[in-house]
Every structure is written in C-alpha cells, then in structure tokens.
Nanobody
Framework: QVLPVESGGGLVQPGGSLSVSCTVDGLTSNRCGMDWYHQPPRGPREWVARLTSDGSTDGHASVKGRFTFARDTDTVTLRVWSVGSEDTGKYFC?????????????WGQGTQVTVSS
C-alpha cells in the first residue's frame, strides 16, 4: 500500500506563509497530479487546492490568489501566504490521475499547521 508522506507545517505567524510538502512514490512515473485538503481543528476535511499532471492549478475560494505549487519528481509543495487563523489545521494530500498508481493511494497522516502569534 502506497501512502503519501506529508511534511512541513508547524507554527506560522499571522500574515506569514505556510509550506507543506507531500511525497508519493511513483507520482511522476504514474503521471499523477495532486489534491490538497485542509481539516480545521473542529471541522471536516475539505479540498483546498489542486495541481494537475500538466501543471494546471486550481484552488478553493479561501486560498484563491494566495497559493502556489512547486514540484520536484515525486514531491509536491503547497505554499499559502497571507495566512490567518482560518488556515490552522491539518493538511493532507491525495494523488489524482487515471492510473491505478494515482488512485490506489490511501490517506497519509497529514501535517499540522498552526497560525498563531
């Protein structure tokens, strides 16, 4: 079973930027893109941003205009700037794509981001 490995996060000052990374074995060879999800402390996990295999991006209204992606082989990094308390929570990634190598990936542990002064 392939699992994503999320990393980064930690404590971020309000108005600063968060950076979270996700590594999935075979992400590039399977031509996967990646979805990111955010789960606030007392809320459900919700989709927040997408990077497709051809480099297109999309984001939830809550992060539109203040996010970007970086990709290096099997690792995708999401950066969100001008963060506020609403960005606090756990961030999860999930590969997307047509191949089984993209779809048959379970949820990872996520990585915690806390926005606080």
């Amino acid at each position: 079973q392939v699992l994503p490995v999320e990393s980064g996060g930690g404590l971020v000052q309000p108005g600063g930027s968060l950076s979270v990374s996700c590594t999935v074995d075979g992400l590039t060879s399977n031509r996967c893109g990646m979805d990111w999800y955010h789960q606030p402390p007392r809320g459900p996990r919700e989709w927040v941003a997408r990077l497709t295999s051809d480099g297109s991006t999309d984001g939830h209204a809550s992060v539109k205009g203040r996010f970007t992606f970086a990709r290096d082989t099997d690792t995708v990094t999401l950066r969100v700037w001008s963060v506020g308390s609403e960005d606090t929570g756990k961030y999860f990634c999930k590969p997307i794509g047509r191949s089984a190598g993209c779809r048959d990936v379970d949820w990872g542990q996520g990585t915690q981001v806390t926005v606080s002064s």
